[in-house]
């Protein structure tokens, strides 16, 4: 049983430079406190590793179903403030309330999703920006229980140390990542949502005229996505400890699309490099305060500009190659796959 698991294990992940290049990647963030106990410098992981979740649950719902969502925030806001409302108002702790805050965003899920079964493109996108600014209506309209502008403050830690913080982040971002990824592996044997989102995207027409459910598998993205951009919102409130109307804003649902589109649409990884270049690249651009923005717009346009399918998969396709015949990675300097030995140039 053990060989047979170490074999999969040298076949599925050593011999795949990416899947390697992310089991080292996942390993090292864990050993990171191992190094460094300073505050600011985990308080920037620990954000970035929440917002790896809620770009990751974008990519889920709009890169594989190709159902653009311009409102994504208002998932995280939904969670953050039902997250909020329930450890002011009842006193629950993190640990209930960031799994009913997830859940109220998955239903918010299916809510946003009535319209996508009649609609595409820019008219969905357009349907989808108007949720949260509905929402942030509905908040402002009653302030004494919402907090209105200034939000609902003073809610309870996730833990009493920022070190046990990092951990329990990273290690639901993980889990989350990776779920997220097995969902949309095309290739899984197990699995099989990922190459049905894949033909949904391609062409939905020809994937219902083949006898795919269209309709429950785009409600199923949603839901999906929903609930891991409401567990981003849950943490991201209880690390915070305020909920507030920023939960909501546009500008975040538009930073989910600028990095996950550098890093890779499509991909799941791609979002993860995406956030976790750009986040600490934007506070290390703090030292220039007035050309902050700038620079960052000059790097993802560059970045865009050369690798127009983002940095990850760039970075993929210089690495791993595709077997012609059987359609197995390998790595980009074998003459042949090393499964059925075809050529690979």
């Known amino acids: 049983m053990f060989s047979r698991l170490l074999k999969d294990f040298q076949g599925d992940v050593v011999a795949i430079p990416g899947r390697l290049i992310a089991l080292v990647f996942f390993i090292l963030i864990f050993l990171i406190p191992l190094f460094t106990q300073d505050p600011y410098i985990l308080r920037t992981l620990i954000f970035t590793n929440i917002f790896v979740i809620f770009a990751v ?25 039902t997250a909020a409302l329930l450890n002011k108002h009842l006193n629950f702790e993190p640990w209930l309330t960031i799994p009913i805050g997830a859940i109220v965003a998955t239903l918010a899920g299916v809510l946003m999703c009535l319209p996508a079964l009649r609609l595409r ?18 908040i402002k309209a009653f302030p004494d229980f919402t907090g209105g502008e200034h939000g609902i403050t003073g809610l309870a830690r996730l833990s009493e140390s920022r070190t046990t913080d990092y951990y329990i982040i990273v290690l639901v971002m993980t889990i989350s990542v990776f779920m997220m990824w097995k969902l949309t592996d095309a290739k899984s044997a197990l699995v099989r949502t990922g190459i049905i989102l894949h033909a949904i995207r391609e062409d939905e027409i020809a994937a219902r005229a083949t006898g ?20 981003a919102g849950g943490l991201y409130t209880h690390f915070m400890r305020i909920a507030g109307p920023s939960t909501l804003d546009m500008l975040l649902s538009f930073q989910a699309i600028i990095w996950t589109v550098f890093g890779g649409i499509v991909s799941i990884y791609g979002a993860v490099v995406g956030v976790y270049f750009l986040y600490p690249l934007m506070e290390i651009l703090r030292v220039v305060p007035q050309i902050r923005f700038l620079i960052f717009a000059a790097i993802v346009i560059a970045i865009l500009l050369f690798m127009p399918e983002g940095v990850a998969v760039w970075i993929r396709d210089k690495l791993e190659r595709e077997c012609p015949r059987c359609k197995l990675s390998n790595v980009s300097w074998r003459r042949e796959c090393r499964a059925c030995s075809a050529p690979l140039y």
């Open 57 to 81: 649950s974008w990519d889920f719902i709009s890169g594989y179903t190709g159902q653009i969502n311009f409102g994504h925030a208002f998932f995280f806001g939904v969670a953050a403030y």
């Open 121 to 138: 493109g820019p008219y969905l996108s357009l349907v989808t920006l108007a949720f949260p600014l509905i929402l942030l209506g509905i």
């Open 212 to 231: 795919i459910n269209t309709i429950r598998y785009k409600l199923l993205a949603f839901i999906i996505g929903g609930f891991f951009a409401g567990v």
